[in-house]
């Protein structure tokens, strides 16, 4: 058992995302809509050091089992995670995470001047290109910092 | 035409390019057969900012294929004003009409309008993204009077804001063009832009001189550099004085060279260019009217 699996206890059932990158924890959490308040129990490591990516972070979520399509919003923020779905503290499933074609109502378009940025009935939609996101609206790409255009409570 | 809408030029292919521009070839060849086309069809006219060219080569173009327009007016004496939403607005006004004509200040717009409508959206504008109907006059110009293969162009001028350039750059890439981008460098293609064209394999250059590919091209297309999108009066006249052209700019330019412009100009084209072979920007904006009203009658009739 490697030193950062002791700072988080294993879980029963639920779900693991580990190798999540440094810091976007709290924003993994966020793209999830898990803020504690459906009762689940939720641990995290922060910044934990991490052979493939110098640090990392985990989230342990119990009682929930991710599905494909929220674990494909992942990708986003944190390509290089891997998902366990665990049942009775044993790995049950491993999902991978694969960029989706498009996102609905995660990120805010940068671009003040788009529609969806207007008092309109819209929610906001992003195409999945190469090396970013693309506002299916306006057109308008983000590369650099996708976390920053996260558009959740 | 086999799409709903018309939102933006990189829906277009070779095909549905051609099939307009063929139309609208017939139509100004023989007007009097296309009087009745769309008799008792009504287009809506909905322009949340100002137009002339635009919003008038579409009431004629609907007119003359015997079809009316209503018009929602300015933004001023409508229901905007008291804040109604556009989404709100179209789910109306296409109760009043067979298709909705909308221009718009934000980008994006006719895009979500298509979503709230089933009546044919067409994008007369919206922000700095598409302007795809004037790309389709452009097209039609270019055939006209330098054929759309083997064509080298250079567009000049705001190409960052210029939606009428984001969507003839999207357009051409369907046809044998060499494009040369030629702007100031805080006026730049945006982003988005450049990336389609990449992603389409477009040749592509960018300039800041036009010297410097002037006496390649087939086709001048020249384009307005607003004064608001500088911070100071000063370096507004700097920057535009180097994107306006006269006789004395063509002198290195070939004799079939084409001058275009989405007009209206302020002074990026010399008045004394308009007698001479090169300036062709006139009969661009009287192309409008027989490339709308094919446009308008392939959408309403789905062909």
């Given at each position: 058992?490697?030193?950062?699996?002791l700072?988080?206890?294993?879980?029963?059932?639920?779900?693991?995302?580990?190798?999540?990158?440094?810091?976007?924890?709290?924003?993994?959490?966020?793209?999830?809509?898990?803020?504690?308040?459906?009762?689940?129990?939720?641990?995290?490591?922060?910044?934990?050091?991490?052979?493939r990516?110098?640090k990392?972070d985990?989230?342990k979520?119990?009682?929930?089992?991710?599905s494909?399509?929220?674990?494909d919003?992942?990708s986003?923020?944190?390509?290089?995670?891997?998902?366990?779905?665990?049942?009775d503290?044993?790995?049950?499933?491993?999902?991978?995470?694969?960029?989706?074609?498009?996102v609905?109502?995660?990120?805010?378009?940068?671009?003040?001047?788009?529609?969806?940025?207007a008092?309109?009935?819209?929610?906001?939609?992003?195409d999945?290109?190469?090396?970013?996101?693309?506002?299916?609206?306006?057109?308008?790409?983000?590369r650099?910092?996708?976390?920053?255009?996260?558009?959740?409570? | 035409?086999?799409?709903?809408?018309?939102?933006?030029?990189?829906?277009?292919t070779?095909e549905?390019?051609?099939?307009v521009?063929?139309?609208?070839?017939d139509?100004?060849?023989?007007?009097?057969?296309?009087?009745?086309?769309?008799?008792?069809?009504?287009?809506?006219?909905?322009?949340?900012?100002p137009?002339?060219?635009?919003?008038?080569?579409?009431?004629?173009?609907?007119?003359?294929?015997g079809?009316?327009?209503t018009?929602?007016?300015?933004?001023?004496s409508?229901s905007v004003?008291?804040g109604?939403?556009?989404?709100?607005?179209?789910?109306?006004?296409?109760?009043?009409?067979?298709?909705?004509?909308?221009?718009?200040?934000?980008?994006?717009?006719?895009?979500?309008?298509?979503?709230?409508?089933?009546?044919?959206?067409?994008n007369?504008?919206?922000g700095?993204?598409?302007?795809?109907?004037?790309?389709?006059l452009?097209l039609?110009t270019i055939?006209?009077?330098?054929?759309l293969?083997?064509?080298?162009?250079g567009?000049?001028g705001?190409?960052?804001?210029?939606?009428?350039?984001?969507?003839?750059?999207?357009?051409?890439?369907?046809?044998d063009?060499?494009?040369h981008?030629?702007?100031?460098?805080?006026?730049?293609?945006?982003?988005?832009?450049?990336?389609?064209?990449?992603?389409?394999?477009a040749?592509?250059?960018?300039?800041?001189?036009?010297?410097?590919?002037?006496?390649?091209?087939?086709?001048?297309y020249?384009?307005?550099?607003?004064r608001?999108?500088?911070?100071?009066?000063?370096?507004?006249?700097?920057?535009a004085?180097?994107?306006?052209?006269?006789?004395?700019?063509?002198?290195?330019?070939?004799?079939?060279?084409t001058?275009?412009?989405p007009?209206?100009?302020?002074?990026?084209?010399?008045?004394?260019i308009?007698?001479?072979?090169?300036?062709?920007y006139?009969?661009?904006?009287?192309n409008?009217v027989?490339?709308?009203?094919?446009?308008?009658?392939s959408?309403?009739?789905?062909?």
């Open positions: 058992m490697s030193e950062h699996e700072r988080v206890s294993k879980i029963r059932n639920g779900t693991v995302i580990d190798h999540v990158s440094g810091g976007q924890a709290l924003n993994v959490l966020a793209i999830l809509g898990i803020d504690g308040e459906a009762g689940e129990s939720v641990s995290l490591g922060i910044n934990v050091p991490s052979d990516l110098g990392k985990i989230v979520v119990e009682d929930r089992e991710l494909q399509s929220e674990v919003v992942l986003l923020i944190a390509p290089e995670a891997t998902i366990n779905i665990v049942r503290y044993e790995v049950a499933d491993k999902l991978r995470v694969e960029r989706p074609d498009f609905t109502g995660v990120l805010s378009c940068p671009n003040r001047n788009c529609i969806t940025q008092n309109e009935p819209v929610v906001s939609k992003f999945v290109v190469d090396d970013g996101v693309r506002c299916t609206y306006c057109s308008t790409i983000v650099e910092d996708i976390a920053d255009h996260l558009d959740v409570d | 035409m086999r799409h709903d809408h018309l939102i933006s030029a990189n829906q277009l070779r549905d390019i051609e099939a521009l063929d139309r609208a070839a139509i100004a060849e023989n007007p009097a057969a296309f009087r009745e086309q769309q008799a008792g069809s009504v287009l809506a006219l909905c322009f949340f900012e137009s002339t060219r635009t919003k008038m080569s579409f009431d004629t173009a609907m007119k003359r294929l079809g009316d327009t018009d929602m007016g300015s933004v001023e409508s004003k008291k109604e939403s556009l989404a709100d607005t179209v789910r109306v006004i296409q109760g009043y009409a067979d298709a909705i004509v909308l221009r718009h200040p934000s980008e994006g717009a006719a895009k979500m309008a298509s979503e709230f409508a089933d009546v044919p959206i067409v007369a504008g919206d700095a993204g598409q302007h795809p109907s004037q790309t389709l452009d039609f055939r006209e009077n330098a054929g293969d083997d064509l080298t162009i567009i000049m705001d190409l960052k804001y210029g939606r009428t350039v984001h969507s003839l750059a999207s357009a051409l890439t369907n046809f063009a060499r494009q981008f030629i702007s100031p460098e805080s006026l730049r293609l945006p982003r988005s832009v450049r990336f389609d064209l990449h992603e389409e394999g040749q592509v250059r960018e300039h800041t001189d036009l010297d410097e590919v002037l006496s390649e091209l087939d086709v001048l020249v384009t307005r550099i607003q608001e999108r500088f911070p100071d009066e000063n370096e507004y006249h700097k920057v004085g180097e994107y306006q052209i006269d006789l004395d700019t063509l002198d290195a330019a070939s004799d079939d060279l001058v275009m412009h007009l209206p100009r302020v002074d990026e084209i010399a008045p004394e308009d007698e001479t072979a090169y300036a062709t006139f009969e661009q904006a009287h409008g027989p490339v709308r009203m094919a446009l308008l009658d959408l309403l009739t789905h062909e």
